[in-house]
T-cell receptor
Framework: GENVEQHPSTLSVQEGDSAVIKCTYS??????FPWYKQELGKGPQLIID?????GEKKDQRIAVTLNKTAKHFSLHITETQPEDSAVYFC???????????FGTGTSLTVIP | EAQVTQNPRYLITVTGKKLTVTCSQN?????MSWYRQDPGLGLRQIYY???????DKGDVPEGYKVSRKEKRNFPLILESPSPNQTSLYFC???????????FGPGTRLTVL
């Protein structure tokens, strides 16, 4: 089945700096890659997603890039703010098996 | 308000005592799913349902059952819980499998 690896597991940045989280996947049939933000005590919330026919997608301070050849995708957060502090998960939808596979999460801390 | 609700939010039980965690969504979504979240492992899909009466196994289905008799409800059943099922459980729903998934608030289960 699909294997999604996520790095780093923890990330601290100064407020205003950028943060980058990277994920790799193994199944070349995967075609949908969402990113979720999970705040303490809450369920994950979708923040951005990308499909395999697109290389990059941006929504204000958040962007995701996808490299299908290398099988990796990244989340970029610019001008970070303290409220960006949370755990972020990447995921991949695998057609083979019809299910989602999640990365192990990145705990982001934005230092004021 | 569009939402996914889960009950109970917290549950402590003993090995072998059957339990059900309910999940309900009010968005008329077709796709529903159960995940478990464990430290260092991210979220892992237990079962999913494409529509009423259509369910299938995810990555970690052992020890769990589900049913989808109505579109809005997708209960998770543990017939004989064991300590290794101690975890944080999330229900999620979406229009289709590769649409935005909306997660419930989570159910923290402890099996003694």
């Amino acid at each position: 089945g699909e294997n999604v690896e996520q790095h780093p597991s923890t990330l601290s940045v100064q407020e205003g700096d950028s943060a980058v989280i990277k994920c790799t996947y193994s199944d070349s049939a995967s075609n949908y890659f969402p990113w979720y933000k999970q705040e303490l005590g809450k369920g994950p919330q979708l923040i951005i997603d990308i499909r395999s026919n697109v290389g990059e997608k941006k929504d204000q301070r958040i962007a995701v890039t996808l490299n299908k050849t290398a099988k990796h995708f990244s989340l970029h957060i610019t001008e970070t703010q303290p409220e960006d502090s949370a755990v972020y998960f990447c995921a991949a939808w695998a057609n083979t098996g019809n299910q989602f596979y999640f990365g192990t999460g990145t705990s982001l801390t934005v230092i004021p | 308000e569009a939402q996914v609700t889960q009950n109970p939010r917290y549950l402590i039980t003993v090995t072998g005592k059957k339990l059900t965690v309910t999940c309900s969504q009010n968005m008329n979504h077709e796709y529903m799913s159960w995940y478990r979240q464990d430290p260092g492992l991210g979220l892992r899909q237990i079962y999913y349902s494409m529509n009423v009466e259509v369910t299938d196994k995810g990555d970690v289905p052992e020890g769990y059952k589900v049913s989808r008799k109505e579109k809005r409800n997708f209960p998770l059943i543990l017939e004989s819980p064991s300590p290794n099922q101690t975890s944080l459980y999330f229900c999620a729903s979406s229009w289709a499998e590769t649409d935005t998934q909306y997660f419930g608030p989570g159910t923290r289960l402890t099996v003694l």
